[in-house]
Structure formats: C-alpha cells, structure tokens
C-alpha cells in the first residue's frame, strides 16, 4: 500500500487566522488518498512533533503533501524551524542526502545532486491573499511575471535538494477579497488525479 504523508503548517492568529480553510484543504486530500487505498500519515506542525518520527514519516511516504496559508510570502515560520530540524536530522543521519552531490573526483556532477529520497513526490496546496491574475503576467508589479512555482522555490528547494520529485501546485487565490474557496475546493482532488496520476 503506498503512503501519503499530509503536512499542515497553518499557524494560528486567533480572531484573524484560525485555519479552518487549510483544514479544509487537508481534509479533502485525506478524503482523496483515503479514496485511492493509500495509507495516511499525517502532522499538523503547530502541534508540535518528533523530529526522529518525522524523519521515518518522510522516509515511508511516497507521496508528501504541503498544505501552507502563504504569510508574507512564504510558509509560517513553524515551517522553516520544522525544515531545519527535520532536514538537518535527515541529513546528518544520511537518510535524506548524501552530501550535496558534487565531488572532487567528479567536476561534471551538480549542487544538489546527492539526494537520497529519488522516486518520491512533493506538492504545495497553498492558500494566497493575492489574486490568481497577479502570476504569470509582466505587467504585475509585485511578482513581475513570475508564476506560483517561482514564488514557492524556497519551499520546493528543500526537496529537490533531496531527490524529490516537484509536483505541480495547487492553489487558493484571493481568499479574503474575490475567490471562489468551494469551487477551489471541489477541483483539488482533481488537480490531485492529474499530477499523480490516479
């Protein structure tokens, strides 16, 4: 049976940011991996976790889903503390990587070639504030052309590094103004079919 492991990293700000739509998101990919035989780990990071657990979660899954509001333009904070732990452990246990890739015996190979995690799969669903029009287009001030996946390079960076594979985004636009959240809702497991193909 294959694994999903689901990462909730939504950060509580109570009275403005409570998480109930990252949960939603959440437990509609539980829904679809439930539906599709897989076996479901899961951390909700806010919670708290064992770094040691996390490492193994990461090591049985095939598949890992980030689920992410975007603060500030990156994942909550308890997500970069959750990376350095858990990527730093994998990396001193060697389970994560072997080095970065590059060796002197070999000038050809790559930074970011000594990842340990080959034939795993990473995704971000990601919540936004910001409107779908605002990526992908030059004439945007803020992003200036570029697309989610360049916003999210800090994020994907740590499991490529690694050997992930990078699945492509799912995203919620424009939450609080002009979004349509049920209609981004009833697509994910969709988008979910599409990228795993299942």
């Given at each position: 049976?294959?694994?999903?492991?689901?990462?909730?990293?939504?950060?509580?700000?109570?009275?403005?940011?409570?998480?109930?739509?990252?949960?939603?998101?959440?437990?509609?990919?539980?829904?679809?991996?439930?539906?599709?035989?897989?076996?479901?780990?899961?951390?909700?990071?806010?919670?708290?976790?064992?770094?040691?657990?996390?490492?193994?979660?990461?090591?049985?899954?095939?598949?890992?889903?980030?689920?992410?509001?975007?603060?500030?333009?990156?994942?909550?904070?308890?997500?970069?503390?959750?990376?350095?732990?858990?990527?730093?452990?994998?990396?001193?246990?060697?389970?994560?990587?072997?080095?970065?890739?590059?060796?002197?015996?070999?000038?050809?190979?790559?930074?970011?070639?000594?990842?340990?995690?080959?034939?795993k799969k990473?995704?971000?669903?990601?919540?936004?504030?910001?409107?779908?029009?605002?990526?992908?287009?030059?004439?945007?001030?803020?992003?200036?052309?570029?697309?989610?996946?360049?916003?999210?390079?800090?994020?994907?960076?740590?499991?490529?590094?690694?050997?992930?594979?990078?699945?492509?985004?799912?995203?919620?636009?424009?939450?609080?103004?002009?979004?349509?959240?049920?209609?981004?809702?009833?697509?994910?497991?969709q988008h979910?079919?599409?990228?795993?193909?299942?």
């Open positions: 049976m294959k694994k999903v492991l689901l990462i909730n990293t939504h950060l509580t700000y109570p009275n403005w940011s409570e998480g109930l739509l990252n949960d939603a998101f959440n437990q509609k990919a539980k829904e679809f991996f439930e539906n599709n035989q897989f076996e479901i780990l899961t951390t909700k990071v806010e919670d708290g976790y064992d770094v040691d657990e996390e490492v193994e979660k990461h090591m049985q899954a095939d598949v890992i889903i980030l689920q992410t509001p975007i603060n500030w333009f990156g994942a909550p904070w308890i997500y970069k503390k959750y990376v350095d732990e858990v990527f730093n452990c994998g990396l001193h246990s060697a389970k994560f990587l072997s080095g970065d890739g590059r060796t002197r015996e070999d000038q050809t190979r790559q930074y970011g070639t000594g990842g340990n995690l080959i034939g990473f995704m971000v669903c990601a919540t936004w504030n910001a409107p779908k029009d605002s990526f992908d287009n030059p004439d945007q001030l803020l992003f200036e052309g570029r697309s989610t996946a360049d916003v999210l390079i800090q994020i994907t960076s740590n499991y490529r590094f690694c050997g992930v594979e990078i699945l492509s985004d799912y995203n919620c636009f424009d939450i609080f103004k002009d979004g349509d959240i049920v209609r981004d809702l009833e697509k994910y497991p979910l079919s599409k990228v795993l193909d299942i």
